[in-house]
């Protein structure tokens, strides 16, 4: 069995036991799970079920391996470049994206 979720403004193939890196929530600091309830699409093998854009009364149910603060991890560091060309302008800006990382327990239909 497998879902596509959305979660930050992105699509997620997920299935029992996948861990992704989703788009830095609001979560209380002493949570076990989160719910991602924004499901677009569920099959098991022989059954599909597609939202019109989301599935009503589907869920996802996702763990963190500890704690919800200790689930925040750091992505790639990224160098965008400010560049004007004949002006002898040039400007380096770093950024690192903060990331939270989930197990998916399971999928409710």
Known sequence: MYAVIEQGGKQY?????????????EVSPDAKTIELDKVLFISDGEKVKVGTPYLEGAKVIASFKTTAEDAVIKGKKLYPMHFRRRKDSRRRIGHRQKYLQVMIDKIEA
């Open 13 to 25: 193939k997920v299935a029992d036991g996948d861990t992704i890196d989703i788009e830095l929530t």
